[in-house]
T-cell receptor
Framework: KAGVTQTPRYLIKTRGQQVTLSCSPISGHRSVSWYQQTPGQGLQFLFEYFSETQRNKGNFPGRFSGRQFSNSRSEMNVSTLELGDSALYLC?????????????FGSGTRLTVV | DAKTTQPTSMDCAEGRAANLPCNHSTISGNEYVYWYRQIHSQGPQYIIHGLKNNETNEMASLIITEDRKSSTLILPHATLRDTAVYYCIVRVDFLDDKIIFGKGTRLHILP
């Protein structure tokens, strides 16, 4: 079956702009999480959605937001971009409610802010 | 903060077993040990997980000490494609919906 799909794969934006990233989870997976990866901070949790509701949130400013649609697809938005937002943004999905199941990650969107 | 400690990097000869250690001395009784790996420019890939018993799948084996304070991931016959950063993670599954990644171990497979 198809894996987690993230679009676009690469993105270049200018400081002050906003950006929207998209994630399509594995069919049947209802939980979608987002992570930011930078060389300095490593992999950091942004937020997690389940059935269109944000269930968990990491320690990021309000410029980072997300949402999930009824088909479980998710988007994250970053407003007023800063140079430090340059990172690999990863989406992960899993079939919720079943102990012992891990996450499946997408290949990520590499965002460069100039 | 991550609840695990791993060596920063390790080398292993191709064809040999790669043994990656992880310390998790503060692990709670209901926390699982998970291993993921990340090959360059890709998303992390789930490898294996366990609670108390040793586990084996088609990718690797996981050995957990009896006191659960440490574990070892074993790649039985390492290939060049196993070159990656390996993350050891402890988390309460089902209830805890985020993964706290540490720095991981960068494994170099030498030809």
């Amino acid at each position: 079956k198809a894996g987690v799909t993230q679009t676009p794969r690469y993105l270049i934006k200018t400081r002050g702009q906003q950006v929207t990233l998209s994630c399509s989870p594995i069919s049947g997976h209802r939980s979608v999480s987002w992570y930011q990866q930078t060389p300095g901070q490593g992999l950091q949790f942004l937020f997690e959605y389940f059935s269109e509701t944000q269930r968990n949130k990491g320690n990021f400013p309000g410029r980072f937001s997300g949402r999930q649609f009824s088909n479980s697809r998710s988007e994250m938005n970053v407003s007023t971009l800063e140079l430090g937002d340059s990172a690999l943004y990863l989406c992960a999905s899993r079939s919720d409610g079943r102990a012992g199941y891990g996450y499946t990650f997408g290949s990520g969107t590499r965002l460069t802010v100039v | 903060d991550a609840k695990t400690t791993q060596p920063t990097s390790m080398d292993c000869a191709e064809g040999r077993a790669a043994n990656l250690p992880c310390n998790h001395s503060t692990i709670s009784g209901n926390e699982y040990v998970y291993w993921y790996r990340q090959i360059h420019s890709q998303g992390p890939q789930y490898i294996i997980h366990g609670l108390k018993n040793n586990e084996t799948n088609e990718m690797a084996s996981l050995i957990i000490t009896e006191d659960r304070k440490s574990s070892t991931l074993i790649l039985p016959h390492a290939t060049l494609r196993d070159t990656a950063v390996y993350y050891c993670i402890v988390r309460v599954d089902f209830l805890d919906d985020k993964i706290i990644f540490g720095k991981g171990t960068r494994l170099h497979i030498l030809p």
